[in-house]
């Protein structure tokens, strides 16, 4: 993806810096990809390797010396100047399972919000060789697979009971959120587990319909809000409300405004 042009929309400079932080951190990643790194757990539990860290501190010193005045949020090393009108948020490898077991499903995801809302989004596939691109007030567009830059759109979907479901894991809501998801994954035509932030990519792409998700932070889903938003697509929290920075981490994504619809009314009840 190095070299990959920006395309003539938003605020070129800005989609120009969030290219160039994909095309940083990536070659980083990949120098550990089935390496087998060492593996630390985290207070929360969850994994971290050296490449989640020397990849958020390429994405840091890239934004220090670019745009000084704008703020970081970054899943590995915290935030900075949060008062600042546009914010940058940082997950370096979304999906770090996927990373250490080999899985190339993992991403690389890049915000930039302005007053606390997502005003764009890259979701980054290193392993993949696919980049999906999403700012306000255009179509979000995707490179790789012969693709250059070309605009991507969700599809329609007749109805909840014929939509395909994506889940990271089932593990990732509490006891009081996995009722409702259950009912869900039950009304759908198929569930699929295990696709991290691939499934947003795949969402905004038209190739499936619905993601419910829980127990997120403003790094697992700002890049993606951008992306999905410019294709087409409806993204909210269980409550309907948009996402930004001070969402409460439950996610619900649809292709369809009717899928969406109908997922809501069951999260949203209690």
């Known amino acids: 993806m190095t070299g990959t042009p920006a395309p003539a929309i938003g605020d070129p400079a800005f989609i120009d810096l969030a290219l160039q932080l994909a095309d940083a951190s990536g070659p980083v990643i990949l120098d550990y990809f089935r390496t087998n790194p060492a593996v630390e757990r985290k207070d929360d539990a969850s994994p971290v390797t050296r490449a989640d860290r020397e990849s958020e501190t390429v994405l840091r010193q890239t934004l220090a010396a670019e745009v000084p005045s704008h703020g970081i949020f970054g899943e590995e090393y915290g935030s900075e100047r949060l008062d600042a009108e546009y914010v940058w948020v940082l997950d370096p490898i979304d999906g770090t399972r996927s990373f250490i077991n080999g899985i190339p499903l993992f991403g690389t995801l890049i915000a930039l919000t302005r007053n606390g809302a997502p005003v764009l989004g890259v979701i980054d596939h290193p392993a993949l060789g696919e980049r999906w691109l999403g700012v306000a007030g255009a179509p ?67 190739q499936t319909d619905l993601i419910v998700e829980a127990g997120m932070q403003p790094y697992d889903y700002l890049a993606l809000a951008a992306v999905v938003a410019g294709a087409g697509g409806v993204i909210t929290d269980w409550h309907g409300a948009p996402l930004t920075l001070d969402s409460p981490g439950t996610v619900v994504a649809a292709g369809d405004a009717r899928v969406h619809a109908a997922a809501l009314e069951i999260l949203s009840a209690g």
């Open 140 to 206: 979000t567009v995707h490179w790789g697979r012969g693709d250059d830059g070309a605009p991507v759109q969700v599809r329609a979907c007749d109805g909840l009971d014929q939509a395909l479901l994506c889940t990271t894991s089932p593990e990732m809501f509490s006891s009081d959120q996995v009722g409702r998801y259950r009912q869900v994954q039950a009304a759908v035509r198929y569930p699929r587990f295990g696709t991290d932030c691939y499934a947003y990519s795949m969402l905004a792409s038209g």
